[in-house]
């Protein structure tokens, strides 16, 4: 298993799952196949980057449907 050397820090750790669940969905609608072990150091910034964008650009859109109805 890699090592995981990541400093962010996760303000709700109980989200940690869905995160994971999360990036492996958005992963397979990019074509994009993620190692079994977890290391994603032979992926490409591209990749990499397209993943990341993706996972902010869903996580903004669920945060304002979420504010839409709480203040309606």
Same mark, same amino acid.
């Given at each position: =298993?890699?090592? /995981?050397? /990541?400093?962010?820090? #996760?303000?709700?750790?109980?989200? *940690?799952?869905?995160?994971?669940? #999360?990036? !492996? ?10 190692? @079994?072990? &977890?290391?994603?150091?032979? =992926? *490409?910034? !591209? ?6 964008? #993706? ?6 859109? #669920? ?5 839409? &109805? @709480?203040?309606?």
């Amino acid at each position: =298993m890699a090592q /995981n050397n /990541n400093s962010n820090n #996760l303000v709700v750790p109980k989200a *940690t799952a869905a995160l994971n669940q #999360l990036k !492996y969905e958005v992963a397979q609608e990019l074509g994009i196949s993620i190692p @079994q072990d &977890g290391y994603q150091g032979n =992926m *490409t910034s !591209y990749e990499n980057g397209s993943l990341g964008g #993706l996972i902010t650009k869903r996580l903004v859109t #669920l945060a304002e449907q979420q504010l839409a &109805g @709480q203040f309606q």
